[in-house]
C-alpha cells in the first residue's frame, strides 16, 4: 500500500515536561498545523524531532514515545550540540534571516555548516529505513534542504516531493550564502519542488541559472537524467474546522466575553509566533502614532497581541521580545488611563478553540510581518468569520498577499501607511466589511489545506520516476 512519509524538522507534537509531568502537546507553526489534518487522514507516518527530552527519565522517555507512535510520529532526537548548531545555528540563525531578506542578521562566520549537514544526512538514514517500495517522500522547509539529494543517493527510485514554507529570496540575496551550491544541489535531488508564490518559483529558476549555470528554467529542470519539476503551491488552512470550531456554543460564550471586556471599545488583534519577520515592533508603533495624531481614538481601542514564544534561545529573539515588551510599556504608559490600556500584551500559545474566539471577536486583524513565506494566520481569521465581518489588515510583503487582495494590503515599514490603513478599517462602513470578507472566505474556503495537499501530491504523482539505474559491469 502507497503511504505518505512527512519529513519536517519539527513534528506536530511537542514534548512539554512541567511539575504536573511530560506530555505532548500541539506545536505552534505553520507547518506543523496545516499539516496536522493531512497527516490524521493519511495512515502515513511522520519523521520529526519532537523537540528537547534530555531532562526526562527513562519511564517518561518511553511514555513519550508511546504516545508519539499512536500518533504514527517516528522521532528524531538532537543532542544538545545539534539544537544548538544545526537548529539554532545554520537553520535560524542563517537559512531563516537570509530568506527572510535579513542579511545583516546572518553571523559573520559559517561555524554550523557541518552539522547542518550530518543532521540533514541523519534524517535521510531514518527516512530510508523507514521506506517502503511504493512510497511518498514529502520533505518540508529550510531545516532539511540537503534530504532530497541524500535520500535520492539512498533510494534512487523513490518518488520524493520537497516544499519550501519560507519565501525564497531573490538571486541576489541567496548568492550571499556561502553553501549556496550544496544547498541547491541538496533541493534538486526531488521530483517536485514547491514554494507558495510564483515570485518565489521565479527567484529560484533565476538563482539556478545564475548559480549552477542553466539555461532558461521554466516548470522544470534537468538533472542527471531526471526531471526536476517546479511550481507554486499555496498553502491553505483547515477551513472547515475553524468555521466548526467558531459555531461551538463555548466558543461563541468566548467571543461574548471578549466583547463585553471591549464594551464602547473596538477590538484589534495580533497573533503571531515572536519572530523578528512578524513586524510587531512597527505594527505597535501604527498603534501607537493613530493614538497620537486622533485623540479621538484614545481609550477607544483595545490592541490584544498574543506571541507565542519562539526559538528563545536565539539572541536575536530574546532582544526582540526585550524590544516588544519596552515598546509595549511605552504605549500604555503614555495612552492608558487608571481603568484602561491599548495594548493588551499575552506572551504565550493559546489553544484552538481560544485562538478562534478571538478571531471571531475582533473588528480588525493585524498581519503585518517584515516578510513572511505565506501567514496562515491571516487566512485563519478569514475561516473563522462566517459572520462576514471583520477587517484584514495585511502585509503585501506576506505570501497570502498574493491570494488576499480583498485585505486592506499594506507596506509594514511604512509606519504612517500603517496607521492610515487601521483607521481606515475602524471606519469602514458594515456593507464594504461584508463584501470585503466574503470574497477573502471563498478563496480561503475553496483553496483549503486539502486542496494544497492534492495539488501537490498529484503533481508529484504525476513526475516522471527516475529511470533505473544501469550498474556498471
Ligand atoms: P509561522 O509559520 O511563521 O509561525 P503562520 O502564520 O503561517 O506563521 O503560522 C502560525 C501558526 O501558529 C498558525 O496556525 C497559528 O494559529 C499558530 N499560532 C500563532 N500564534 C499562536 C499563539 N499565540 N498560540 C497558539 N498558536 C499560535
Ligand atoms: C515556520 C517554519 C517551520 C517551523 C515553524 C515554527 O513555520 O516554516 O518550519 O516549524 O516556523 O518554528 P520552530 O523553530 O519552532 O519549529
Redesign the pocket.
Known sequence: MSRLLLVSNRLPVTVKADKDGVSVVPS????A??LRGPHEKSGGLWVGWPGDVSRLTPAQKASVEEQLAQQRCVPLYLSASEVSRFYEGYSNQVLWPLCHYLLERVPRQDRDWEVYRKVNERFADLVARHYQPGDTIWVHDYQLMLVPALLRERLPQARIGFFH?IPFPSSEIFRALPRRLELLRGLLGADLIGFHTLSYVRHFASTLMQLLGLEKVGDHVDQDGRQVRIGAFPMG?DAKAFEELVRQPAVLEEVRVHRENAAEQRLVLG???L?Y?KGIPRRLLAVQRLLEREPAWRGKLRFVQ???P?RTAVEDYATYRERVNELVGRINSLYGSVHNVPIHY?Y?????KQ?AALYRAADVMLVTPVR???????K?FCASRPDEDGVLVLSELAGAADELDEALLVNPFDVEGMADALEAALEMPAEERKRRMRALRTRVIDCDVHCWVNSFLSALQATPTAPPRVKPQ
Open positions: 505552534a507553526g505553520g507547518l498545523t496545516g514554507h488552512i497573533v503571531d509566533r519572530d519577520t498574543v506571541a507565542v519562539s499575552l504565550r500559545s493559546l489553544n484552538q485562538l513572511d513565506g505565506m501567514n496562515l494566520v491571516a485563519e
